[in-house]
């Protein structure tokens, strides 16, 4: 009976596993159709290089300040270390690399948690926060881009969909904080949290507030503007280098679909997904289908490969190995339920 309910676990947990490879065949399938290789080849050959190293120093940068945010976030918790904070990222960025359904975000918050001396409760718990903080820019970007960039009626659906579910999503977690606040300033104590699911949930809800009400998450707000305009300059100027010609504001649209689409799911590297959805973000406004196709293969290529070097030198600096990382992305899960579950 114990091995039926294991088999049925590890069968669950091959179906993200399945979707994810399956959406990458998928996008390249659609990518590849019709594609005229030496068209989009020829138009590699006459890429800018001086804007393609200039949108790879941004796109660099913006996971500097990523981890500057990050080291903000997590100040109520104890001191963490900017050095160390940068090569948790970049180590995590190196395992999305090499790894499907992007266990980065598991394994830098392990190392962290590891050198700093934080439950890896709470260092998830600001993950959490970062991508509440992301969704909030990006429904606000988009938005505001939408009054100077003409997009098609299906996406403003999406947009106004999206707008909703995030203004949901952050009225539930004020009201959270607010209760909280209320439960704090009238039993100045909250009693220790059980491993029953109510506990869980105080236990987050404590941690949340705390991030919330500190005065370091003002100044990680600020940081979470200038990530995503690091990253709009880096796509900006892999465009001209390719000759586009698209503008910047078309350029936040263009990000913002890439960054909804390679949260699905996804094969190592955001292998194919990244590529179909950023062809996809540039066709919305005109451009042929091998152009499209082309730049995305070349920027995806591009912004890709200083990772590769970046995070496998964090790796090593943080003492792990190839096989090290694969043991703790296989097995955090795991202790961070056993964790949630003793404490």
């Known amino acids: 009976m114990i091995s039926l309910f294991q088999n049925g676990a590890q069968e669950r947990s091959r179906v993200p596993l399945i979707l994810g490879y399956g959406l990458a065949v998928v996008c390249l399938v659609w990518l590849l159709r019709d594609f005229h290789i030496v068209k989009a080849m020829r138009q590699m050959a006459e890429a800018d290089w001086r804007w393609v190293l200039l949108g790879m120093a941004f796109d ?41 359904l992007r266990p980065g975000e598991f394994l830098r918050s392990y ?104 005065p370091s998450f003002y100044p990680a707000v600020l940081t979470s503007v200038a990530m995503p305009a690091c990253q709009v300059f880096a796509l900006w100027s892999m465009m001209k280098s390719y000759g586009l010609g698209l503008s910047f504001m078309a350029c936040v649209v263009v990000l913002l679909v890439i960054n909804l689409g390679v949260s699905l799911p996804n094969a190592p590297a955001n292998f194919g997904s990244y590529p179909f959805f950023c062809a996809l973000g540039v066709s919305v406004f005109g451009v042929d289908k091998t152009t499209a196709a082309g730049f995305s293969i070349f920027a995806f290529i591009a912004l890709t490969f200083p990772f590769v070097f970046l995070g496998f030198a964090a790796l090593l600096r943080s003492g792990m190995t190839l096989r090290s990382m694969r043991e703790k992305v296989t097995g955090i899960p795991g202790r961070v339920s056993s964790s949630s579950a003793t404490s």
């Open 111 to 214: 190392l962290i948690s590891n050198s700093e001396g934080i439950s890896i409760g709470k260092v998830l718990g600001s993950v959490g926060v970062e991508r509440l903080i992301d969704l909030v820019i990006a429904t606000a970007s988009l938005g505001f881009v939408s009054l100077f960039v003409e997009l098609p009626r299906k996406f403003k659906s999406a947009a106004d969909t999206l707008g909703i579910v995030t203004l949901f999503v952050v009225a539930i977690i004020v009201v959270l904080i607010l209760y909280l606040e209320f439960r704090l300033g009238k039993h100045q104590e909250i009693e220790p949290a059980g491993r029953h699911l109510p506990g869980k949930i105080m236990r987050a809800l404590t941690g949340l507030h705390a991030m919330g009400t500190a």
């Open 60 to 100: 660099v940068l913006s996971y500097i300040i990523q981890a500057i945010r990050w080291k903000f976030l997590l100040t109520p918790f104890g001191r963490v270390r900017l050095t160390r904070a940068i090569r948790s990222v970049y180590a995590g960025l190196f395992a999305n690399l090499v790894f499907p």
